[in-house]
């Protein structure tokens, strides 16, 4: 951690999980918690090996983890699951040829995954059958071996932007916050990406997306990539690229105190359009997201808001958060979150969440959750949820 990185010095070690903490300080990094640079950041601050330094002296840096998350509900649809479990498997990684700077230049960055579930339902989906119209932690669904990165990342004017080409995943980069990590912040989608309005892409979409910083707290993120990609098949999202032409496509202004506090001091408008997908079986849609997020002392308070012309993404065409994470809570690198939402889901359906994130040790964490869904959309005879939840993930 560099000196100057957060005014208040004792929180330096309390956001290493969510923050980027390699980089050098002139360093604009506009992934997300999860890009993979910022994850092999946050899984070295407290460990560093032998074999690893050698590694990393060669431009190698590498990680590996294998997560799990269970859920159970109170109450579900007839012939509905009332428990879920799921895990994946991440390899992933950066490589920076010879002659590249080891703070700025370029590298090659992947990530390669296995997601399973052990239960007929799978975590993603399990909120359908409970009767609640949303997602809780996507990335744990059964979709087995697959792809989610393979870029290159080039560092620009001199740490001031970065452009990244190749299979991304657009969570990295769109509307992101310091608590949007379906691994160390909430389960459920409503407080992620998009609050559940954005109609995105799956993982490993072929395209090109670029951040970059227009004054010393203005900035501006854009991307475009191929809304037809299959992460199990990714070769084919370069010819869909080229040839059939259907996009997604965002634009992202933001405001934040100073670059090297992008993650929890900002504020930004995303606008977004996608096109229609045979993969997805979605239809066309546009919208644009609100987000401001502020850090005050160790709280971080947020409010985020959805709008999508159609809600092609689940039916959702209105969507407003309000939440806070407190950090360092009875453990300096253990954290608090709360949040509240509504969603127009036809009729008004109201989700809420706490979880309790802990770090044991230098290589295991485990995040305790529980969700209220109140008027549960797909469910209107039933008047709240209960969805009860438990996270790990295991990482070198």
């Known amino acids: 951690m560099h000196n100057g990185y957060h005014p208040h010095a004792a929180l330096v ?16 990094n506009f992934g997300g918690p999860d890009a993979v640079d910022n994850q092999i950041s946050a ?19 590498l990680g590996l983890d294998y997560s799990a998350v269970g859920l159970y509900a109170d109450t579900v649809l007839p012939g509905s699951d009332k428990e879920a479990v799921s895990g994946m498997v991440r390899f992933y990684g950066s490589w920076r040829p010879q002659g590249q700077p080891q703070n700025g230049g370029g590298s090659l960055v992947w990530k390669l995954e296995h ?22 932690t996507p990335p744990f669904s ?22 990244i080409a190749g299979f991304m995943d657009v969570t990295d980069y769109v509307d992101v916050y310091a608590a949007a990590s379906p691994w160390t912040g909430f389960m459920n989608f409503a407080f992620s ?23 010393d707290s203005l900035f501006v993120i854009a991307g475009i990539s191929d809304m037809e990609a299959d992460p199990t098949r990714p070769l084919e999202s370069v010819d869909n690229f080229f040839s059939d ?41 546009q919208g644009f997201n609100l987000s401001a997020s502020v850090m005050k002392g160790n709280w971080l308070p947020f ?35 709360f949040a509240v939402n509504w969603a127009d889901a036809g009729s008004d359906q109201y989700t809420a969440e706490a979880f309790y994130y802990m770090k044991l040790g230098q290589h295991l964490e485990l995040t305790p ?6 008027d549960p959309a797909l469910n209107p005879g039933q008047d709240q949820i209960w969805i009860a939840g438990i996270r790990a993930r295991l990482f070198w």
Do not use: C
Not at 19 to 28: K, R
Not at 310 to 325: A, F, Q, R, T
């Open 13 to 28: 070690g309390l956001l290493l999980p969510l923050v980027v903490t390699g980089a050098a300080a002139s360093d604009t």
């Open 43 to 61: 899984d070295k601050s407290d460990q560093q090996t032998p074999l690893r330094e050698q590694w990393s002296a060669k431009g190698i840096e």
């Open 115 to 136: 997601r399973h579930s052990y239960s007929d339902t799978s975590v993603k989906n399990f909120e359908f059958g409970a009767g609640g119209l949303g997602l809780v």
């Open 142 to 163: 059964d979709e087995k071996g697959r792809l989610t990165n393979l870029y290159w990342k080039q560092t620009l004017s001199d740490g001031e932007g970065t452009l």
């Open 193 to 215: 990406t998009g609050t559940n309005t954005i109609a995105l892409p799956s993982d490993a979409t072929f395209g090109v997306a670029m951040g970059h910083m227009l004054t």
């Open 245 to 285: 032409n259907r996009y997604f496509k965002s634009l992202e202004l933001g405001w934040t105190s100073s670059q090297q506090q992008i993650f929890l001091n900002n504020i930004h408008l995303t606008l977004w359009q996608s096109d229609n997908s045979d993969f997805l079986n979605q239809a066309s849609d």
């Open 303 to 337: 409010v985020r808001y959805g709008n999508a012309q159609d809600g092609s993404l689940l039916g959702i065409k209105e969507s407003l958060s309000l939440g806070v994470v407190y950090y360092g809570m009875l453990a300096p690198k253990n954290h608090f979150g």
């Open 369 to 374: 959750d529980l969700q209220l869904i109140v």
